[in-house]
């Protein structure tokens, strides 16, 4: 291989647009969707949501969040299909300008290095619960240098690679899941993990449902922007709806089951070992719902481990690589330096090693609510932009021909982002609704597009006043 030619699969076009030569098979992109879609971190949503809503309201939850998730997802997969380009330049043009995307990478970046140091942590944890290692600062730091090394390997080649290990693990972790509710079937009925209802002591109907549809729609965004990242390289609009669904599907409507039966059948083997540990009957029910990672470690010994490898290792090679695409805009927008994606890769590592080893990940954890409903804002400042802006009103060009016809800053946009998602969090912080995504998004359309037309209004007054 030359070194040209592997410059150019590091490079991955960060800041370029994917040429029509480049363009691949929808299952291979579905493959990272699919991946990144069936992490511990859904498995664990999907017991929480049915033991907080009971199984069918849980999963009710997770439907209306399907439908939400996939309309966002292949909206910005129709823009990032036809412009070529990553989210975060997009957010560039369609929603806060060369320099106002800085602060959308930086979000980003947070919350996706984030999840690239709490992953790490959750797979650490199993495999030194299961080989009954003490987990010393030595032996910690040894395991994460370790699965760092193979993250920066993996997805330093791109999103080729990225998609290859997507589809060798799903298939395989699939099987598992399945393997898994065969071997925790002892500890109850299949029936029962499908019908019953709220699990959680003085829970009623609503606040478990108001959690549940919180806790399922708040992926909604991240997901939109990860799965567009990859339609960039769709080869037509039907591929871009064929990996939005199949995306979507995988965590909705596959893993989320998957996580409420296996939480259902495991919670009591788990609950009676963090007993054990000294606690008392609520943090170790708690602690049962939340550590799905023990949980399958103690119902299916191996096999729990080997589920959580072939889970985990196609999601943190897709964290890595997200992570370096929002550096990759935070720094070229922000600093003007553009050292390459494999750096950004590299540099996205050692960050996730110094949240987890600086405890940062329990401020990262506080702010994923937060973080998520900004995400969904975003995602809604776009597509109002795109497509009703200069859609539907015609208030500007759709598509993206020069990175330096691009503004600095589109205020309303930022403005848009801000207001929108304070007064949804005010609200949500204040008990006075319970999913403020429901409340930002509709905000979001709606000052971003009262701005706009404010703004083009002005622009008319103040020519019409320069001809006077």
């Not at 910005?76 to 959308?104: K, V």
């Not at 980003?108 to 495999?127: H, T």
């Not at 019953?196 to 478990?208: A, D, R, S, V």
């Not at 037309?453 to 007054?461: D, E, I, P, R």
């Amino acid at each position: 291989m030359s070194k040209k030619n592997l410059e150019s699969m590091m490079e991955d076009y960060s800041l370029e647009a994917v040429p029509s030569e480049m363009r691949r098979p929808w299952r291979e992109l579905a493959a990272v969707g699919a991946g990144i879609g069936s992490s511990l971190a859904v498995l664990l949503t999907g017991g929480l949501i049915t033991y907080m809503a009971g199984f069918w309201m849980g999963m009710l939850a997770a439907f209306i969040a399907f439908l939400v998730s996939t309309f966002f997802t292949i909206s910005l997969g129709i823009i990032s299909f036809r412009d070529g380009y990553s989210s975060n330049i997009i957010s560039r043009a369609y929603a806060f300008g060369t320099r106002g995307s800085a602060f959308g990478s930086l979000i980003w970046a947070f919350m996706i290095i984030g999840f690239l140091g709490m992953e790490s942590v959750l797979i650490g944890n199993s495999l030194l619960f299961y080989f009954d290692i003490e987990p010393t600062f030595t032996v910690k730091l040894i395991f994460y240098l370790i699965m760092t090394g193979i993250w920066i390997a993996l997805s330093l080649f791109g999103s080729k690679i990225v998609s290859r290990v997507a589809e060798i693990m799903i298939p395989l972790l699939f099987l598992m899941l399945l393997f898994m509710v065969y071997l925790l079937m002892n500890q109850g009925s299949l029936m029962d993990a499908v019908t019953h209802g709220i699990l959680i002591p003085n829970m009623t109907q609503g606040q478990g449902f108001a959690i549940a549809l919180n806790s399922t729609i708040v992926m909604a965004g991240l997901l939109a922007i990860v799965v567009s990242d990859f339609t960039r390289f769709s080869k037509s609009p039907k591929d871009v709806v064929k990996v939005s669904v199949a995306s979507n599907i995988s965590l909705y409507c596959v893993t989320m089951v998957f996580g409420a039966i296996i939480t259902y059948f495991g919670y009591q083997i788990t609950m009676d070992y963090f007993l054990k540990q000294g606690m008392d009957v609520g943090a170790a029910g708690m602690a049962a719902i939340t550590n799905p990672g023990i949980m399958l470690v103690l119902g299916g010994g191996i096999w729990g481990l080997l589920t959580i490898i072939f889970s985990q290792s196609k999601v943190q090679v897709g964290n890595s690589y997200e992570g370096a695409l929002a550096l990759v805009n935070l720094f070229d927008s922000g600093f003007n330096w553009r050292p390459g994606r494999a750096v950004m890769v590299v540099l996205a590592n050692i960050i996730s090693l110094l949240f987890i080893f600086g405890n940062i990940l329990h401020f990262i954890e506080a702010f994923l609510t937060f973080g998520s409903v900004l995400l969904c804002v975003w995602v809604t400042i776009v597509l109002t932009d795109y497509y009703f802006i200069r859609g539907k009103m015609k208030m500007g060009k759709q598509g993206i021909e020069n990175l330096a016809d691009i503004p600095a800053v589109n205020w309303k946009g930022l403005i848009t982002l801000v207001l929108s998602t304070i007064i949804g969090m005010t609200c949500y912080q204040l008990n006075w609704f319970g999913v403020p995504v429901f409340i930002s998004a509709p905000l979001a359309f709606i000052f971003y597009t009262v701005l706009s037309v404010w703004g083009v209004q002005a622009s008319l007054a103040k020519e019409k006043q320069a001809d006077i």
